[in-house]
């Protein structure tokens, strides 16, 4: 029996529906072949009843006699034993069973077992299969036969696809010479193609060949000929330094910059070893160039009241604040009552001018004195009367004297003004007084008499900027300085001590007198630390780059060459205004590339006419005219005898696979059948040892009972009792 179904084979010279012609021809169209292992040489019916068999319990073929049968059969055998099946042949007579078992590949044979034939042949083969099968159940494993069967699965599908493959092949040749040319949307017959080449031989040849086979021309003409112009603005030379990493110009200090830089590294050469650099720590902070010169700028304003003072008693109030607030007070008291005075003087402005109070030229105090008096006595509710002024002769003398817009005075605002005027007068004499008193510099310089509290005032700014100019701008400076690396302790240490009354202030304007030399030094120093960097960039710049122009721009950073320099640059340049050409021309080489690398390949190479500066032709035309001859010479070219011995050879050697496939997975199922059935084994193995004891002398039906006396599960209860059968994967 089968185990998905039943096939009957009739002799009948009458033949059953024709397999492709059937309801379900359809259905079987869209069978997968490549899924059934035949063995040997095979049809379309053959693959028919195997896809019938695995929907239907009863298939009948039906055929005379050498219509291939028998071969069918063993083709079926060997498919359904690669499943894991179990299959019942039975037969009329035992002849044809045998030349069945001959038909079916060798290493199967062992499990065609024939459970009735009593002859001499029928012995043998019983013994040759037992054997068999029990080598085989001790010598294979199940890892091994399944990784064979994974590597035979693959080397068969690759045969099947080569054998479709060149089926297609021998298709195509066969209908070469009546087959359209189509390229694109364009299709023409052979005939016509074959004119076309010949008659265009001469004028459209010269795109070199082979293309990607009947492809549309990848550029449009006006691409085409963009691209030959690349080759007169492009040489070789500008192709393969744009080929590499270039830096950008922006990146590089102009010709004229790295001349500078030149010309100043030159005159830095010894700066490191000036002497004045002992006094500055290594201090190397990043925007200590900006800080310094800061510091510089700062420096110069500091010291300028030391360098250039515009007024005479500067130094002598710098040296006041030097040495603190007791020599500073007499100074801002000075200012604090010029200011008073001043503030006074603005406040009567208005009574000066619309009063116009004169006095006389008694002193001061005498005329304030009789003022007072005459205001207390006003106020009083007294007056001023004959009998008054004839017993106080002194207030007589000065009212007449007096005078308030020209006239003597005579009511109590108006001694009030000359009162007020007489108090302003004797301030500004205090005040001209001290100014004269506070230093023999001052007296030389005395103030005027008329408003001397405005030009005393004026001088405020510059004596009170003197008096804070140690605290407020000195040390300030100092201390900046120290932050930024001057050992300030070493240069005061350095500094000739003056010994003077003015001894602090002549040190301090030595000191002065020396930071910007100190500083200039730094700053220099920086700056040849700083060209030193800038030429270890470029150095640096696009170190992996194998242009020329980048090893021309480091080789002149490296040896401070300016000359070389600037003729790289201008390269460089150069180069920038040739990258839109060399991007174009690479676009479209890619482009064409992908279908003609030939003919790009001629045009990087500049090949005799593809160097040129415009195609050599009409570029559509010979675009269609290598494609027609390439295409025509393919067709020609193909042997179909060649194509047949492959195609036949391909043939054998997948049916050899096959076999082999069938082999590995049919003992496989047969080995996970027996694994855990270790009755069976011993039956086997009881079989081979009472053949061995009996010989010869034997009859089928003697070697059941013997065996069936060796083993508990005896073979004629498996199906041992049909007449003339063989049974194919029994276990």
Known sequence: MLAAGSVGVSDSGEHGENPDTSADSKERRGWDDHDVLFSKESNAEQFEIAHRLRSQKTVLVQGPPGTGKTHTIANLIGALLAQGKTVLVTGQASKPLRVLREKIVPDLQPLCVSVVSGDEVGRRQLEASVNGITARLGSDSLQRLESESIRLTAERHQILNRIEMLREEMFRAANAEYRTITIGEKEIAPSDAARFVRKNQNTSSWIPGPLKPLTPLPLNANEVTRLYGTNAELT?????????ELPALSDLPAPDDFQGLVSESASLADIDSHPLLQFWSGDKREGMTAMLKSVSSRAAAVNSILSASPEPWSEICILAGIRGEASQRVWRMLTSFAQEVRNCSVSLETDMVLKRPQLTSDPWKDQQQILGEIITSLSAGGGIGRLTLLLKRDWKRLIEGWRIKGNSPATLEDFQALKARCDLEELRDDLRERWKAISPVMAVHELPQVQPEFVACQATPGIDRALGWYELEWQPLVEELKRNGLNWDLVAASQKTALSSDGELVTIKGLAAGIPELVRVRLLQLRNEELKRAADRLHELSSHSLATVVTDLRHAARTLDARLYATAHVRLMNLGALRGAFDSRQSLLARMREVAPAWAEGIVQRYGIQGGSLPPG???????????????????????????????????QLFNITAALIDRLAWKHQLTRVTNRQDQRTALQGWVDTMRRVGRNWRAGDAFSCRGAQADEPMSERGACMDHAHVAGGG
Do not use: F, P
């Not at 047949?644 to 054998?652: H, I, M, N, S």
């Open 236 to 244: 070789d030379e500008d192709i393969a330094e744009l080929r590499c």
């Open 618 to 652: 009409d570029v559509e035309s010979a675009w269609l005219w290598r494609q027609y001859s390439q295409e025509l010479d393919a067709r020609n070219a193909t042997a179909i005898n060649a194509l047949q011995l492959e195609l036949d050879a391909c043939q054998k």
